[in-house]
């Protein structure tokens, strides 16, 4: 009897083990839409045809309608897994072969006008610059804050198309809901059973067409994989520039550099610890707001100066001959119990850029020329408004993390 429960045990074992195997297997899931790409006049006696079908340059075929939307005669792609389409589509219409081009699946950078704006908290500041740029306003109803990590928006043909990434939290669902109610604003999903907060969407940020730079681990693992190969199989043109951001306790791009009129502007620890060290010459006792600590200068230079020199001869100079910034803003950081790292001061590039204004961080701190001196002086001409973000800051991120926008 003995023997019989020890094999059961042992073939238990190793069902479990073959298990655990298999839900370690990433894959890759796209909820199927349908993809709608506008006609030319030409097509319009095609309006009344049943059924087409329609393929690409990889011979793949979708069934498709020839439909009115929005005023526009359009071919209705069914049954798509992913809007990889990149040039010449076949379509075919009672037999009669029709030639039109697609463009492929591609984000906007921040050189294009935001149109909406998605946002988890409400602040004056940006419902007034909202209205004074005809900007829309959809806040987020969920108690997840963290807009920027769910989803990105790219395009197809101008229409909005969200990759909704493997993060699956409370914003999965608002998010589908939003691009149900929407007949303009359809949603494809990526999935992925080994989800890291590397693999959201922090991490990546379009820097011109079809060019991103993303953050990978310290064995050069970018995001999942599941999500690079769907950037990648947009086109051969596809540039992807790696940075190390494992180092960072949430590890993301966007607490490092951001894009304004094309220029790279990243975060400098030596720039933070030589203004803080005039303070320091003026008033060691001057008060620094740090998450939800004021700390006089003297002490937090005492503190975290080293580790701030360490990470900006090391990390920091290796990012800068990556990226060859155009531009630096003070940026301080400290390392948790874990020994990563996370942003002490405000951090200055975790921005909402728009070509004619700037959302950033209202300094916390006597002196601090942190906020709109510096961009003022950068960029002169944007308006430049300063929001308080400790909501965000004492949850170990800034205002880009926690919003979302459409560009046009």
């Not at 894959?27 to 079908?53: A, M, N």
């Not at 550099?257 to 220029?263: L, P, S, Y």
């Not at 959302?359 to 300063?386: H, M, N, T, Y």
Request: with cysteine; hydrophobic share 40%.
């Amino acid at each position: 009897m003995l023997t019989i429960i020890v094999i059961i045990c042992f073939l238990l074992f190793i069902l479990l083990v073959i298990q655990a195997i298999l839900w370690q297997r990433p894959k890759i899931h796209y909820r199927h839409r349908t993809l709608w790409v506008p006609l030319k006049d030409e097509f319009e006696h095609c309006f009344d045809t049943k059924e087409i079908s329609i393929s690409n340059s990889e011979e793949k075929k979708y069934p498709a309608t020839i439909r009115s939307r929005n005023n526009q005669t359009c071919v209705a792609i069914h049954s798509l897994r992913s809007p990889q389409f990149n040039g010449h589509i076949t379509v075919n219409v009672d037999e009669e072969l029709y030639d039109i081009y697609v463009d492929s699946w591609d984000a906007k950078d921040h050189s294009y006008p935001i149109k909406e704006l998605f946002l988890s908290y409400k602040h004056p500041e940006i419902s007034d610059i909202a209205d004074k740029y005809n900007i829309k306003i959809t806040y987020n109803q969920t108690k997840d804050i963290w807009l920027r990590d769910e989803f990105f928006i790219g395009y197809v043909n101008e229409d909005p198309f969200i990759l909704n990434g493997p993060r699956d939290r409370e914003l999965d669902q608002w998010i589908a809901t939003l691009s149900n109610k929407r007949g303009n604003l359809q949603m494809f999903d990526i999935d992925t059973q080994i989800v890291r907060s590397l693999d959201y969407f922090g991490n990546l940020l379009a820097t011109g067409p079809k060019s991103y730079i993303s953050g990978m681990d310290q064995n050069n693992n970018p995001m999942c994989q599941e999500i690079i190969e769907f950037i990648k199989a947009q086109g051969d043109d596809v540039k992807l520039t790696y940075i190390y951001t494992s180092w960072l306790a949430v590890g993301h791009i966007d607490e490092l550099i951001t894009i304004v009129d094309g220029k790279i502007i990243a975060n400098s620890p030596s720039l933070a610890l030589e203004e803080l060290n005039i303070i320091n010459a003026i008033n060691p006792k001057a008060l620094i707001h740090v998450h939800k600590d004021k700390i006089p200068v003297k002490k937090l230079l005492n503190k975290y100066a080293k580790y701030n020199e360490q990470l900006d001869e090391t990390i920091f100079q290796e990012m800068y001959k990556i990226l060859k910034p155009d531009y630096f803003v003070p940026g301080l950081y400290k390392e948790n119990d874990e020994g990563f790292a996370i942003s002490l001061t405000y951090n200055m590039v975790n921005i909402i850029v728009d070509p004619r204004f700037l959302i950033i961080p209202l300094p916390q701190g006597p002196d601090l020329s942190w906020g709109s001196a510096i961009w003022k002086e950068l960029f002169p001409e944007k308006d430049v408004i300063e929001i308080d973000t400790s909501v965000y800051h004492n949850l170990l991120g800034g205002i880009h993390c926690g919003s979302n926008e459409l560009r046009w």
